[in-house]
């Protein structure tokens, strides 16, 4: 599975935008690109996906490079209760059954 | 998506002894995976448990030490055997629905984990 890079930790006001940088420079034609976060003392839950274009749900955004080498998760307004682990993961259509945590952004939310 | 339990929530275990953890869901799921999450690190994919076949390991993981059982499309277990300190971690279970025909696209739910403490 392609490599991907993120920033060991951010820090965001409450209530204000935040995004999260991810690079996957080695990312090949055929992967997806996932985000994950892991609240404290919790199993990872799904954020949002995409593979090229651009994507809206109701946790947050995914905007994608247009080389497809860079992607940046948007939190349109962060809450307390959005501290958490986050992971950007990439992920073979041909179904590679496993996903490959990196270490993630550890994002602070300060009130 | 999909609610998944895991029992034990967390145990604390001598040892040499062994730890069977269970993994119910609320639903009927092709996938079901292990993953390992060492103190202060991120996860690690220990096994993938599909029903009917025999569970697939992750380099570094071997069957004798993590038995896996599948017996339906709701339940797994995950063993950890003769264990020691280093095996203290939280364990984790997720699913995933593979009927669709673009696996990439695929979202994983976890369960709560298990966190194991061994003295």
């Known amino acids: 599975d392609a490599k991907t890079t993120q920033p060991n930790s951010m820090e965001s006001n409450e209530e204000e935008p935040v995004h999260l940088p991810c690079n996957h420079s080695t990312i090949s034609g055929t992967d997806y690109i996932h985000w994950y976060r892991q609240l404290p003392s919790q199993g990872p839950e799904y954020v949002i996906h995409?593979?090229?274009s651009n994507v809206n749900n109701r946790m947050a955004s995914l905007a994608i490079a247009e080389d497809r080498k860079s992607s940046t998760l948007i939190l349109h307004r962060a809450t307390l209760r959005d501290a958490a682990v986050y992971y950007c993961?990439?992920?073979?259509?041909?179904?590679?059954?496993?996903?490959?945590f990196g270490t993630g952004t550890r994002l602070t939310v300060i009130p | 998506s999909a609610v998944i339990s895991q029992k034990p929530s967390r145990d604390i275990c001598q040892r040499g002894t062994s730890l069977t953890i269970q993994c119910q869901v609320d639903s009927q799921v092709t996938m079901m995976f292990w993953y390992r999450q060492q103190p202060g690190q991120s996860l690690t994919l220990i096994a993938t448990a599909n029903q009917g076949s025999e569970a697939t390991y992750e380099s570094g993981f071997v069957i004798d030490k993590f038995p896996i059982s599948r017996p339906n499309l709701t339940f797994s277990t995950l063993t950890v055997s003769n264990m020691s300190p280093e095996d203290s971690s939280i364990y984790l279970c997720?699913?995933?629905?593979?009927?669709?025909?673009?696996?990439?696209?695929?979202?994983?739910?976890f369960g709560p984990g298990t966190r194991l403490t061994v003295t």
């Open positions: 995409g593979l090229t």
């Open positions: 993961i990439l992920r073979d259509w041909t179904g590679a059954n496993n996903l490959f």
């Open positions: 997720s699913v995933e629905d593979a009927t669709r025909g673009d696996l990439g696209a695929g979202e994983q739910y």
